[in-house]
C-alpha cells in the first residue's frame, strides 16, 4: 500500500463512522441513548442511510458512483448530521429554557 490508499483508507473510516455518529446525534438526544447503542445505532446507519442517498442520485439523478461521489455523499451526510446537532438542536434547547 502506498501513502494514497493508507490516507484514503482513513478519510474513509473517519467519514463512515462519522455520518453513522452524527445521524445518531440528529435521531437522539446525548441523554436517550447509551454509548453501546450509540455505536450500534451508528454502524447501522452508517450502512444504510448513504447507501440510500448513493442509489437514489444514481437512479435519479443519474449521478456516476465512483469514490469521489461516495465521499462527497459521506461528507454532506456527516456535515449535515454535526450540522443539525450543533446548531439547530441547541437553538430549540435554548428557545425552551427561556419559555
Known sequence: MDAIQII????????????GYSLTLFLFRKDEIDLVERITYSIALSLTVPAIIIFA?????????????????????TASGFIYSEYFLKKKQAHAKGA
Not at 484514503?8 to 455520518?19: C, M, N, P, S
Not at 442520485?57 to 451526510?77: G, T
Open 8 to 19: 484514503q483508507a482513513i478519510v474513509g473510516l473517519v467519514l463512515f463512522f462519522g455520518a
Open 57 to 77: 442520485a444514481n437512479f435519479l439523478l443519474k449521478m456516476k458512483i465512483d469514490a469521489l461521489s461516495v465521499y462527497i455523499i459521506y461528507l454532506l451526510v
